[in-house]
């Protein structure tokens, strides 16, 4: 498995307020909002995205973009992490994995 794509993902309760705040910091709008799922800002190759109501956990994460996620969680849950069952969403296939440290990684597969 190797890494196509990363990003912070940051939890939020309220995507527009959120989205208004990183606009603000940021100084750019954002690239992609849906609703108050997500939201994600692209800065100079770099992703921050905001998660909302459709999100793996309450803390912030990494998001890890792979080319066949089955593929990528096999070694993971070999290696005895804590691995959650894939879920569906409208743009991906994405699945938690919890560190050592307690803090998580979530691995996505975009849809075709």
């Known amino acids: 498995m190797s890494a196509q794509g ?17 606009s603000a910091v940021l100084g750019t709008e954002p690239t992609f909002v ?9 800065v100079n ?5 905001l998660s ?5 956990g ?3 994460s990494v998001m890890v973009k792979v080319a066949d996620l089955d593929a990528a969680l096999a070694p993971l ?7 959650a069952d894939p879920v569906e969403g409208p743009h991906e296939v994405r699945a938690q ?8 990684a979530v691995l996505y ?3 075709k």
């Open 34 to 42: 849906d609703g108050d799922r997500w939201a994600q800002f692209d």
């Open 6 to 22: 990363l990003s912070a993902a940051f939890p939020v309760a309220d995507m527009t307020a959120a989205v208004a705040f990183m």
């Open 45 to 49: 190759g770099n992703r921050l995205a």
């Open 109 to 111: 597969q975009p849809r």
């Open 52 to 56: 909302g109501t459709d999100r793996e």
């Open 97 to 104: 994995v919890v560190g050592p440290d307690g803090w998580a």
């Open 58 to 60: 309450e803390g912030a």
């Open 77 to 83: 849950r070999e290696a005895g992490f804590k691995v």
